[in-house]
C-alpha cells in the first residue's frame, strides 16, 4: 500500500461518519481515489467496499482516475451551446487527442464539459485551472491551451 495512502488512513478512527473527510483527504493527497485506496477505507472504517464506492460515485466532487496537472471544464449550457460551445468542443478534443471527460496520457490536461459555469452573459465560457475565461472562440481557447504548456 502507498506510504502515503498508509499514513492518511493511519489518521482516522473507524466509522462511517469518517468516509466523507476520509475521502477527501485521500483525493486531496494522491489526487484521486485509487481502488486501492477503497479497499483501505474500507477497511480502516469496518464498513463495505460497495459502501465506499458508492458514496465515491454519488458526489462529483470525487475522481476515481489520475486527474491532469491543468482543469479545463467547458460550458455546454444553453447560451454556450448556442454560441458555439461545439466547435470549441471539437477543436479540444481534436488538439488532445481525448474526447471529454478523459484525461491525457501524460497527465497533463483533464478535459471536462459542464453544463453551468453561471457566466451565460459571457459565453461561450470555460475554467482553466480555476479561471473564468469569456468570449471563446475555437482559435481563442487552442491558444489557451498551447499557453498551458503542456
Do not use: W
Request: hydrophobic letters at 40%; a neutral charge; proline letters at 3%.
Amino acid at each position: 500500500m502507498d506510504e502515503r495512502l498508509q499514513k492518511i488512513l493511519a489518521e482516522y478512527k473507524g466509522g462511517q461518519e469518517s468516509l466523507i473527510p476520509l475521502l477527501q483527504r485521500v483525493q486531496e493527497e494522491l489526487g484521486y481515489i485509487s481502488e486501492e485506496a477503497v479497499f483501505g477505507i474500507s477497511e480502516r472504517l469496518g464498513i463495505s467496499a460497495s459502501e465506499v464506492f458508492g458514496v465515491l460515485t454519488f458526489y462529483s466532487q470525487f475522481h476515481l482516475q489520475p486527474r491532469g496537472r491543468h482543469i479545463i471544464q467547458q460550458c455546454a449550457g444553453t447560451a454556450c451551446h448556442v454560441r458555439g460551445a461545439r466547435k470549441i468542443i471539437a477543436a479540444v478534443q481534436n488538439k488532445l487527442g481525448i474526447k471529454a471527460g478523459e484525461t491525457t496520457p501524460d497527465l497533463g490536461v483533464t478535459y471536462e464539459v459542464v453544463y453551468c459555469l453561471g457566466s451565460c452573459a459571457l459565453a461561450p465560457t470555460t475554467v482553466i485551472d480555476g479561471k473564468v475565461v469569456a468570449r471563446l472562440t475555437p482559435d481563442k481557447m487552442l491558444k489557451l491551451i498551447g499557453d498551458l504548456g503542456t
